[in-house]
């Protein structure tokens, strides 16, 4: 089975604070995702990319940036954190085709 | 980006019962899936429907894409607590701009 790990399930980061959120595939995918989920907003795509090096705004990026130096691991940055962007981050690979894989998905708490 | 509306947002029903919730854009899909996410996981992918008109069962559960390709439902036969969780569609074909998931059908299965 396709397995997509999010490095924490929960995290409490101090506002201000720089916070890394590492997501690691283990298929080979070509395409990986940032999400966040809020409630009455549903999933909101960040940042994602389709290869290595390689990344592309989704439709909320402000406050965060990504990282692609390996095609297994993508990463999500935020580089001040801030209280509004506490919520469930979601990572996911795969292909339009065959569909995609979400991690189990890290949720942040910023005080 | 293309908007898609899930319907309803909350459905509550005792065990047993059938029930039908819709996904439904003004813009045809090229193709669509269907995942349902259980609370504190991410989302996993049910199904993928490609063709207009198509019809997928996946035990207990019809996948159906309309003829036009700008909608689509999931039926829900003698719903059991396990089907309890929040049902997403996604339109996943063409462009580059990554997954754009509807905010969703919570459903809830009473005993």
């Known amino acids: 089975d396709v397995k997509v790990t999010q490095s924490s399930r929960y995290l409490v980061k101090r506002t201000g604070e720089k916070v890394f959120l590492e997501c690691v595939q283990d298929?080979?995918?070509?395409?990986m995702f940032w999400y966040r989920q809020d409630p009455g907003l549903g999933l909101r795509l960040i940042y994602f990319s389709y290869d290595v090096k390689m990344k592309e705004k989704g439709d909320i990026p402000e406050g965060y940036s990504v990282s692609r130096e390996k095609k297994e691991r993508f990463s999500l940055i935020l580089e001040s954190a801030s209280t509004n962007q506490t919520s469930m981050y979601l990572c996911a690979s795969g292909d339009r085709d065959y569909g995609y894989t979400f991690g189990s998905g890290t949720r942040l708490t910023v005080v | 980006t293309q908007l898609l509306e899930q319907s309803p947002q909350f459905l509550s029903i005792q065990e047993g019962e059938n029930l039908t919730v819709y996904c439904n854009s003004s813009?045809?899909?090229?193709?669509l899936q269907w995942y349902r996410q259980e609370p504190g996981e991410g989302p996993v992918l049910l199904v993928t429907?490609?063709?207009?008109?198509e019809v997928k069962k996946l035990k207990r559960l019809t996948f159906q894409f309309g003829d036009a390709r700008k909608d689509s439902s999931l039926h829900i036969t003698a719903a059991q607590p396990g089907d309890t969780g929040l049902y997403l569609c996604?339109?996943?074909?063409?462009?580059?701009?990554?997954?754009?998931f509807g905010k969703g059908t919570h459903l809830i299965i009473q005993p």
């Open positions: 813009s045809v899909f090229s193709s």
């Open positions: 429907v490609v063709t207009g008109g």
């Open positions: 298929m080979d995918h070509e395409n």
């Open positions: 996604t339109w996943a074909g063409g462009g580059a701009d990554g997954l754009t």
